[in-house]
């Protein structure tokens, strides 16, 4: 057998498995759909647990979860997956209704601090898409400007030849414009690491070590930042700028895929 005639029987080998698992994970979201429909709401949480475990990610079947907790008045998780969906969908205006509505059920009113109109907006540019988004943009962009250009190269009339080197200066502007978002974007996903407390309450404390003293309550559901780490004991910020540390067990990161 030779080496092309191998790497063939691979490929199908994989791609047969590739589209067996495909059609199962159909046939367990039809079956959780069913299930969540039906107010069976932990066989809805134990079907999409399956999907997970078999190493299938997506917005809508965080969504989903995030949907099946609510109905069971389980706040953390509920926000928890809810927060994943939109890691992978940001912006998603039904997803963050419903994290809204999540959001409403927990104890601890924790207000961010205030940002600059211009830091808004940007932010609100920066995660309107992906970093997968801002990078496929800039790849089209950046083939727009190479077709744009070539168009201009040969084109013959005087304002067939203005209208391709513009097209092509706008092209390149948005091709640089979105690889720098995305830059920015893949930046900021590695320099956050956020997380939501699961344990009904916690004490966080000043120093990491059931010695030091408390420094604030925080209860299920609510959204951290992890800034540090040491032993067991996390230090994690609020939106509002508190600080302390907390055990590790107490919270999950949002960005285990």
Not at 231 to 251: F, N, P, S, V, Y
């Amino acid at each position: 057998m030779n080496f092309s005639l191998r790497t063939y029987l691979l490929c199908s080998v994989l791609l047969f498995l590739g589209g067996q698992s495909m059609a199962q994970n159909e046939v367990l979201f039809d079956k959780a759909t069913a299930a969540y429909n039906a107010g069976n709401y932990e066989e809805t949480i134990s079907i999409y647990t399956q999907i997970l475990e078999a190493g299938e990610h997506s917005a809508s079947l965080y969504f989903n979860l995030g949907n099946a907790y609510y109905k069971q008045n389980e706040i953390a998780p509920s926000i928890y997956y809810y927060e994943k969906a939109l890691l992978l969908k940001p912006g998603d205006p039904e997803t963050l209704n419903n994290l809204a509505y999540a959001r409403n059920m927990t104890l601890d009113d924790i207000t961010p601090i205030p940002e600059p109109d211009l830091e808004r907006l940007y932010k609100g540019i920066l995660f309107s898409l992906t970093m997968n988004a801002w990078a496929y943009a800039g790849i089209f962009f950046m083939l727009l400007f190479v077709g744009t250009y070539l168009f201009f190269l040969g084109s013959g009339r005087p304002n067939r030849k203005r209208a391709g080197l513009i097209s092509s200066g706008i092209a390149l502007a948005l091709a640089l414009f979105c690889t720098g978002f995305a830059y920015l974007r893949y930046r900021t996903y590695e320099e956050t690491q956020p997380a939501i407390i699961f344990k009904r309450e916690i004490t966080v404390r000043s120093e990491p070590n059931l010695q030091s003293s408390p420094v604030f309550l925080l209860h299920e559901g609510a959204k951290v930042e992890v800034k540090d780490s040491l032993d067991i004991w996390l230090k994690i910020q609020l939106a509002d700028g508190q600080t302390g540390w907390a055990e590790g067990d107490a919270l999950r990161l949002l960005k285990d895929f």
